[in-house]
């Protein structure tokens, strides 16, 4: 697995004082209330477990799963939700959760959907944010690493569902796409 790997773009080391520096600032922010994490399936779960681990108040975790993307690394700009909230978001404090921000197009309709359904705020942080790749006009509050246009794999995120349990986040080979 590890010799797909052309070169690395965050080391395991980066993620966790991405990691620590995020879960203080989250810790700041939300002393004294209760927020909902939603971590957005599957590719955040590697960074919610660690993120939460150094945040240093009270918080309740959820999941969602939602996709855009089908095999192939371009969006397809269509969202499915293929897993919802088990709980109402009406009146919480919401963070959302997320492995990588590019078009926004996820995002975007998670946080309308939850808007529609009444969450009292809602913020978001993710590892990774490809700010040149945005189509639509959203922002996550807390961001990890600004990275280039390039398809990244590791750490949650997978090409053709592989790649996830990578612990660092890297490029891919050019030869393993046309394998
Ligand atoms: O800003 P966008 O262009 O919408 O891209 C970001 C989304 O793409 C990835 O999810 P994906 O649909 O690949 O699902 P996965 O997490 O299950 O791999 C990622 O986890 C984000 O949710
Ligand atoms: N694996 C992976 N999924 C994504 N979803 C949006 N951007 C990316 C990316 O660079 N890599």
Redesign the pocket.
Known sequence: MHNDIESIVLTKEQIEAACERLGKEITADYEGKLPLCVGILK?SILFMADLIKHIDTHVEMEFMDVSS?HGG?E?TGEVKILKDLDVSVEGRDIIIIED?L?TGTTLNAIVDLLKYRKANSIEIVTLLD?PMRRKVDIEAKYVGEKIPD????GYG???QEKYRNLPYIGLLKEEVYTK
Do not use: A, M, R
């Open positions: 590719g993307y690394t969006s990588i590019e490809k390039d398809f990244v794999v995120l997978d090409y």
